[in-house]
């Protein structure tokens, strides 16, 4: 039986290898568009709400606030992120593992939410390999490839870190060398 395919995977495919970058990149509000959003109800203009959202490690989540939301606080940034995306919509980005709270303000700055956010291991393809007290990570989708996660060993996480920083340098210098052969500064 043939799967049918995703509208995104339709236009990378069609657009084919040259296009494929400009697609993601216009394909990427699209599907948070088409993500599900969860609401935090917020009654009247003084009423305030609170509810507990869970957000994956390294993962977004769309939010829909009732009300028009103006202002955002973040109890602690380094364990998750909140940005309005719209008046009634908010992305919660999981940053490290735990719990901050967030609060929403109106324009007039009436607090209409406070939402606590919890950030979680949501990696259904991640495998931890403990030997005594070293541990290392690695994203096994379909092949296992090291990945860099909070509690890995230090010359584990500096091995695989320099292997991406030397990636994006050279992905930097390939776009710089396309953009000055382009004409483009």
């Given at each position: ?10 236009v ?17 509000p ?16 003084y009423?305030?709400?609170s ?8 993962q ?12 955002v ?35 007039d ?13 949501a ?9 005594g007290?070293?541990?290392?990570s ?13 509690g ?12 991406i ?21």
């Amino acid at each position: 039986m043939r799967r049918a395919m995703s509208p995104t995977h339709r236009v990378l495919k069609a657009a084919g290898r040259a296009g494929r970058v400009a697609c993601m990149a216009a394909a990427i509000p699209a599907a948070f568009l088409a993500a599900p959003v969860h609401t935090a109800n917020a009654g009247g203009m003084y009423e305030m709400v609170s509810h507990d959202f869970t957000v994956g490690i390294d993962q977004a989540k769309m939010l829909r606030i009732e009300g028009a939301a103006a202002i955002v606080a973040v109890g602690n940034p380094s364990i998750a992120d909140a940005i309005i995306q719209r008046s009634d919509m908010l992305l919660l980005i999981g940053r490290s593992y735990g719990a901050t709270n967030v609060l929403v303000f109106d324009h007039d700055g009436n607090e209409t939410a406070s939402l606590i956010v919890n950030v979680v291991d949501a990696a259904p393809r991640l495998v931890t390999l403990n030997r005594g007290t070293l541990q290392s990570s690695y994203n096994c989708a379909p092949d296992c490839r090291a990945i860099v996660r909070i509690g890995d060993s230090e010359d584990f996480s500096e091995g695989v870190a320099k292997q991406i920083g030397a990636k994006m340098g050279l992905a930097t210098e390939g776009a710089e060398a396309t953009a000055a052969g382009s004409g483009e500064e």
